[in-house]
């Protein structure tokens, strides 16, 4: 372990440990602080700091509140058809969307597509590791969730909807990772302003406006007013599409209704979250169509640069960090010291 | 019918037979020329000009040079589980799209959600009508095609994808039009450089990069260069999960080889579709959710004005030119006489 005065190394294990431990302390029951901390030392080892280590004392401080189940076991109410529907019992998300994957996966094989519909659940932390999963099992993945109502719709002034991340996964060849992306509705993750909050910097020009409506570099005015939707109306279209299709089709809340009854404990909304898989068998992209499909992505990442695929960056990161360990900084380990 | 110098004012049903009658002239049949002239003319009376009668010489020219079978009986070659796949037979999409509906519906209402994979087809017009009609039907709708090969990643500057038209629609109450959307990947559709190019009009800033990359207003240069996608690399992220949807995934062409196969007609290329319904009842969005979706983007769209939700400039001019009729340039309207 070796450190230095505002950071520290520790390996993979080691983060998974430092996520897993204050977790298991607060009385989080094995399975889901199993399946959080893979997700959070992922997203540390992918340099995803938005979805790292700093929202662990937030996931202690929701069950502390009372907010979050820390033991519920996620029931499966309803798997007719194509569609599986759990509830979570108000406990976090990823264990349940664990859980679930085996059923989903077998509804997609079995009718070329699927849905697995998740309700009462909070969840925290990237969607990417959800659809990854599934890519890596072969399904083409597409989920989303309701995420903080902050995002103003274009020419407005006002939060309209949440940051309501889509993720998109596409199985790639043996050896190699997916292609994924992850995408909020906003302009920026809230999380990237809550952290610029914390280290005092200012936000880039763009990224949000202060309840007036004018556009402001100030984290806690954006905090208080709304952020951008990212491409004008067209983001603004896709974060109203995940509000639909994540709250009001499975039955769930809309991010105003997440927020009204929140208990702003810095853990995680409450609401509802929406997977698909499809898998390519049942549509024609045989072996050769995804063959080709990979050989294409690769082309395209070689022949385009400096641009980037999704996901190039953070897979790289994921890479080195395996190797030469993960970057900390210390202010946050002995806080999560504290809680273990 | 009202004349000024420029333009000409026609009612719906003059428009839809200026769209239907050179079609049905140059031997598309019945069942094809009704499906196109209903979209061209809802696309001329939404004031959507990019996607109505200016394509209609086009359509025309792809049967004439040998491209698109005029007469081509959609067929369905599978009908397994959730997914039905169609085979166009390198006809126009619009007939074969209305055509599957049905089967699509059935199949979302037994197993809660359902795909169409329609391939080697020729698809023109917006995909809005498509994903509207399923909304009406009570449908949560989802489609994407492949596009004109146009579109750089974030940071590139050549093309590495097409314009990936992605279309959502949502059921609202009884008496309303869906929430709709149809937006290319692109910062804009390339065929809104096309009618700038035509009229001698520059493009704005941020449109476009030349071939050699460098940010372009001239219509020319970014025809030959490349279109930006919306929203820097969150656009280029869904601009590439198109391409994987409706090229590789459903066994059909990507942008690049569709452009390389194309005649260069002016009509439009060959490729795949890709549309999802998804039946509410099956998700928990029973009639209360569904009914609080719509008084959800009601008070959204009082609320938050000047900004505007989706779909509502289109809807708003549907009713006025209902009411008042259709403006055409004349110079349009007198080529589309000659091929009456």
Aim: charged share 20%; proline share 6%.
């Amino acid at each position: 372990m070796a450190t230095n005065t505002d950071n520290i190394r520790l390996s993979f294990d080691e983060v998974r440990q430092l996520a897993e431990q204050p977790l298991l302390n607060c009385g989080i029951s094995r399975e889901h602080a199993d399946a959080m901390a893979d997700v959070v030392a992922l997203a540390e080892a992918d340099e995803a700091r938005s979805h790292g280590l700093y929202r662990i004392p937030g996931c202690v401080q929701a069950v502390r509140s009372g907010k979050v189940a820390p033991r519920a076991e996620p029931e499966v109410t309803a798997s007719a058809g194509a569609v599986v529907r759990m509830d979570a019992r108000c406990g976090f998300a990823l264990y349940p969307l664990r859980a679930g994957q085996p059923l989903l996966v077998d509804k997609a094989r079995q009718f070329g597509l699927a849905a697995l519909a998740l309700n009462n659940c909070y969840h925290f932390s990237a969607l990417w590791a959800d659809v990854e999963r599934l890519a890596e099992s072969g399904m083409v993945a597409l989920s989303c969730t309701i995420g903080a109502h902050n995002v103003a719709l274009a020419g407005g002034s006002a939060p309209a909807f949440g940051t309501n991340p889509l993720a998109f996964a596409f199985p790639r060849g043996a050896g190699r990772k997916p292609f994924v992306f992850d995408l909020s509705s906003s302009v920026v993750a809230k999380g990237e302003i809550e952290l610029r909050r914390r280290s005092g910097m200012p936000l880039p020009p763009g990224w949000a406006v202060d309840r007036e409506g004018a556009l402001t570099t100030n984290p806690d005015d954006a905090l208080n007013g709304a952020i951008l939707p990212f491409g004008g109306h067209k983001g603004a279209a896709l974060g109203l599409m995940v509000e639909l299709l994540a709250g009001p089709l499975i039955g769930d809340l809309r991010s105003a209704e997440a927020l009204a009854i929140d208990t702003h404990d810095g853990g995680p909304l409450r609401g509802g979250y929406l997977m698909l898989a499809i898998d390519p068998r049942h549509f024609g992209g045989g072996p050769g169509k995804m063959e080709d499909a990979d050989a294409w992505l690769t082309s395209l990442a070689e022949q385009h640069q400096p641009a980037r695929l999704p996901g190039t960056r953070r897979h790289a990161a994921r890479q080195r960090s395996l190797a030469q360990g993960i970057c900390i900084p210390r202010v946050l380990y002995d806080q999560l010291l504290e809680l273990c």
